[in-house]
């Protein structure tokens, strides 16, 4: 009795198995699975002005001097893309005294850091200024 409760067990899971492997592709396949919007534009919408996720601390608008970071190799190798967020602080003359990497692919790292600390801002007379800037990795197909 013992070996037909494991055969059964056996051959349910195998049907169960079966079930979700068909049904996963039967999802897959269907028209629905064309209409969904690909993981950046969602990004994308998150991260509009009218969703609540634009950015407040931003202060590209501030820059007179921006520099834009070089792709890496390996990136352009491995197609990597993606958006790097630097937070920054810039002295009362308009240099960046301070750039940290505050999120994005580390593999875009050090270029940002390296081209965030060459920007230049207005100078302002009394404050120095933080807050954070974007940089876009994005390849031509």
């Not at 501030?62 to 520099?67: C, E, P, S, V, W």
Request: aromatic share 12%.
């Amino acid at each position: 009795m013992n070996r037909m409760s494991q055969r059964y067990r056996a051959g349910s899971r195998f049907r169960i198995a079966t079930f979700v492997i068909a049904f996963s592709l039967a999802t897959l396949g269907s028209p629905l699975a064309s209409v969904r919007p690909a993981t950046d534009d969602v990004l994308t919408l998150w991260a509009s002005p009218d969703f609540g996720g634009f950015d407040e601390r931003n202060i590209e608008q501030f820059a007179t001097a921006q520099i834009q970071p070089s792709y890496p190799t390996a990136a352009q190798k491995y197609r990597i893309q993606g958006t790097v967020t630097v937070e920054i602080a810039v002295s009362k003359d308009g240099k960046v005294e301070k750039a940290e990497f505050l999120k994005g692919h580390a593999i875009f790292r050090a270029v940002s850091i390296e081209a965030a600390r060459q920007w230049q801002f207005e100078a302002t007379k009394n404050a120095s200024l933080e807050g954070t800037i974007n940089f876009t990795f994005r390849l031509d197909r």
